[in-house]
């Protein structure tokens, strides 16, 4: 089982910023790609960033240029750094991640509990 822990949500004005955590933890062998998704009330749930194990990163548009993501490999933890932040990036925010409890076992997605974000105007 893998367990991820998020932290750093909660609310701020437009134009501020936040800085989301998630430490994965748990019977882990290796950790792939890390991301975070969002879903506001009455929309689907989208993907806000991704990396990759290699670091490759790609963004949704609308997080292009105000959100960075990053990773700490030997922490097993992804960053959202959010900038800028607007009130339609309220949401709950899920960290994810793919990882293995067995080398050359199952590739599981593992996702976090959600984190609230709100941003007024």
């Known amino acids: 089982q893998v367990q991820l822990v998020e932290s750093g949500g909660g609310l701020v004005q437009a134009g501020g910023s936040l800085r989301l955590s998630c430490a994965a933890s748990g019977n882990i062998f290796s950790i792939s790609d890390m991301g975070w998704h969002r879903q506001a009330p009455g929309k689907q749930r989208e993907m806000v960033a991704h990396?990759?194990?290699?670091?490759?990163?790609v963004y949704a548009d609308s997080a292009k240029g105000r959100f960075t993501i990053s990773r700490d490999y030997a922490k097993n933890t992804v960053y959202l750094q959010m900038n800028r932040l607007k009130p339609e990036d309220t949401a709950v925010y899920y960290c994810?991640?793919?990882?293995?409890?067995?080398?050359?076992?199952?590739?599981?997605?593992?996702w976090g509990q959600g984190t609230q974000v709100t941003v007024s105007s």
């Open positions: 990396i990759t194990r290699g670091g490759g990163i």
């Open positions: 994810s991640t793919l990882a293995e409890t067995t080398r050359g076992g199952y590739l599981g997605n593992y």
